[in-house]
T-cell receptor, first 112, second 112 residues
């Protein structure tokens, strides 16, 4: 099956700085890559996603890049704010989209 | 629109007891999933379903069973609870394709 690895496990940045979280996947058949944000004690919620036919996607302060050849994708958050503090999960979906495989998560702490 | 609803929110089980975690969605989604999230860890897929009457194993199915008699409901059954099943359980649903997975609020289960 698919194996999704995520780094770093924790990330601490100063407010206003940028944060980058990286994921790799093992199955070249994966073609959909969502990112989820989970605030403490709450459910995961989608923040951005990218398809395999796109190299980059932006949504305000958030962007995701995908390198299919290297089988890795990254989440970029610019101008970080304290409310960005949360756990972020990457995921990969294979083939006909039946299953999502999640990374182990990155705990982002934005210091005021 | 309630989305994905899980019950109960919290439960303490004794070793060897059984229980059913309930999950229902009102979005007419075909795909439904059960994940477990251990402390400080990512989401591991237990079982999933692509439609009523169809279920399949995920990454960590041992000790669990599921059924999908209707589009709306996807209960997860724990037989002979063990301490290793202490976790937060999330149910999710989606329409399929390049679409967002919507999560329930989670069930925190402790086995003592």
């Amino acid at each position: 099956g698919e194996n999704v690895e995520q780094h770093p496990s924790t990330l601490s940045v100063q407010e206003g700085d940028s944060a980058v979280i990286k994921c790799t996947y093992s199955d070249s058949a994966s073609n959909y890559f969502p990112w989820y944000k989970q605030e403490l004690g709450k459910r995961p919620q989608l923040i951005i996603d990218i398809r395999s036919n796109v190299g980059e996607k932006k949504d305000q302060r958030i962007a995701v890049t995908l390198n299919k050849t290297a089988k890795h994708f990254s989440l970029h958050i610019t101008e970080t704010q304290p409310e960005d503090s949360a756990v972020y999960f990457c995921a990969a979906s294979i083939g006909n989209f039946n299953k999502f495989y999640f990374g182990s998560g990155t705990k982002l702490n934005v210091k005021p | 629109n309630a989305g994905v609803t899980q019950t109960p929110k919290f439960r303490i089980l004794k070793i060897g007891q059984s229980m059913t975690l309930q999950c229902t969605q009102d979005m007419n989604h075909n795909y439904m999933y059960w994940y477990r999230q251990d402390p400080g860890m990512g989401l591991k897929l237990i079982y999933y379903s692509v439609g009523a009457g169809i279920t399949d194993k995920g990454e960590v199915p041992n000790g669990y069973n599921v059924s999908r008699s209707t589009t709306e409901d996807f209960p997860l059954r724990l037989e002979l609870a063990a301490p290793s099943q202490t976790s937060v359980y999330f149910c999710a649903s989606r329409t399929g394709g390049y679409t967002e997975a919507f999560f329930g609020q989670g069930t925190r289960l402790t086995v003592v």
